[in-house]
């Protein structure tokens, strides 16, 4: 069992279209960089069967030529680490809308350890990875098909925050982790008040549709919380499994900046 194994893909999840032509696309990217912050980190804690699992730390940042760049390290904590240990760090490169060009996933679960790399080339319309086995010295290197303007999940989120759904609206968005691409569906459900800690947040409930065989295989579902603000913080973020492995949540410790 590796309960907390997928995170780094499940963080956020969400929405946008193809990317247009290039004037358009340069309009785009200005206004996303008035509405996207300059620089950020969160911190989650993660509960997993009422217990404390593990930490999130995510961080953005404004890159080179308009773009964006992001990581997110996770770590498992208490006896989830003593059951099964683990140490992922996940880092990705945006343009400035949105569109994943590079992302680099070193992930150290139990006794594997794992360096996965992808390129996307939103010209050819190609994704290229690199899948390296760093204890059984195995190599795979897969191709396949992609859309102009893919997102990964960090990009995806940072895009959910700067749309104005409510609840009862839905739209779909690109996404790839390089070994995959779909269109992945998002609902804004609920308005809900969020409690964490001495804080509570107003909040809107969103469902990504990642799972189900939609961008990975694995049975569930993922539910995001954004403040109903300006701000748009993703305060807490939740994946339902099957009843065997149970319920991960994040929830937000602390934001700051970069």
């Known amino acids: ?55 999130a730390r995510l961080n953005w940042a404004a890159g080179s030529s308009s773009g964006w760049q992001a990581s997110l390290s996770l770590q498992s904590a208490g006896l989830v680490s003593r059951l099964y240990k683990i140490d992922n760090e996940y880092s990705s490169v945006l343009t400035g809308q ?23 080339d939103g010209q050819r319309k190609k994704a290229s990875l690199v899948e390296n086995d760093l204890v059984k010295n195995i190599v795979v290197n897969r191709e396949i098909d992609i859309l102009p303007c893919e997102h990964d999940v960090i990009g995806a989120l940072y895009q959910l925050r700067v749309l104005n759904l409510e609840p009862g609206q839905s739209a779909s968005i690109p996404v790839s982790d390089g070994k995959k691409a779909a269109q992945a569906r998002v609902e804004a459900q609920e308005r809900e008040t969020v409690k964490i800690g001495s804080d509570t947040y107003k909040t809107i409930r969103y469902e ?8 990975y295989r694995r049975q569930a579902r993922v539910f995001v919380w954004l403040t109903d603000d300006q701000r748009r913080l993703p305060v807490q973020i939740r994946v339902r499994m099957p009843f065997y492995i149970g319920t991960v949540t994040l929830q937000i410790q602390k934001q700051g900046k970069s």
Not at 37 to 48: D, G, H, M, V
Not at 100 to 108: G, I, P, R, Y
Not at 208 to 215: R, S, T
């Open 98 to 120: 949105l569109c994943v060009t590079s992302a680099l996933l070193k992930a150290h679960e139990g006794s594997r350890r794992r360096e996965t790399r992808a390129t996307f």
């Open 208 to 215: 990504a549709f990642l799972f189900n065989g939609v961008l």
């Open 1 to 55: 069992m590796r309960p907390l194994s997928f995170l780094p893909l499940a963080v956020a999840a969400l929405m946008v279209s193809s990317a247009p032509a290039q004037t358009a696309a340069s309009d785009e990217a200005r206004a996303l960089a008035r509405l996207v912050p300059a620089s950020e980190t969160l911190s989650f804690s993660i509960e997993w069967r009422l217990t404390r699992a593990g930490n």
